[in-house]
């Protein structure tokens, strides 16, 4: 009997096709992974820009209210027995004075070019600019029983039913959007209400 040598299946190597179906398996699981991966740093991307347009447009909401805060009852009784001393109110502005030592005009204004920025004029001064990126902004004034009053609001009887602004603004980047809204009673204009 010749000796013949005996070959065990272990000792034997992958063939080509055994390689190259490994090598297919590991490709597509390799880009199931990168797809998954990619959706998370994506949503984090866009969720970490919601986040800060929502917190930059609040502040420059807050830092508006907190000017319309000072809007003092208008001096002159003439139109009317009680009104805020705002000047005039379009649908992207609001100009008001304050008349603590003498008259300081305020104003609150969007040009209304997707990304121009929100500014804030304050005591007739320098513009400073509140929000950047500005896609919409808006203003709405209602009078005591909540009805709208249509703007452009020019004269001081006109103005003179004011008792709450609303502002809506919007703010666009990098492909994300956020909008905030808020409402403000015209604290002088309210029973018991003064600066």
Known sequence: MPNTPIRRASARGFTLI????????????????SFI???????????????????EASVAMDRAMREL?????NPDPAP??????I???????????????GPKVHSLSWSGTAGDPLTLRVDGGA??????????FSVAVYDDTNTVIVPPLATDDT???IRRIAL????????????VRTKLFVRSTMSGGGT
């Open 159 to 161: 103005c003179c039913p």
């Open 37 to 55: 991966l990619v959706g998370a740093v994506d949503g984090y991307v866009n969720a970490a820009t919601q986040a800060q347009l929502h917190a």
């Open 69 to 73: 805060r000072w809007i003092e009852l």
């Open 168 to 179: 809506d603004l919007t703010v666009s980047r990098s492909g994300q959007s956020m909008s």
């Open 80 to 85: 009317c027995t009680v009104g805020p001393h």
């Open 127 to 136: 513009t400073v600019n509140l929000q950047t990126d500005v896609t919409a």
């Open 18 to 33: 055994e390689t190259l179906a490994t090598i297919t398996v590991l490709a597509i699981l390799g880009s199931i992974t």
């Open 87 to 101: 000047d005039s109110v379009t649908d992207k502005s609001i100009t008001w004075d304050i008349e603590l030592g």
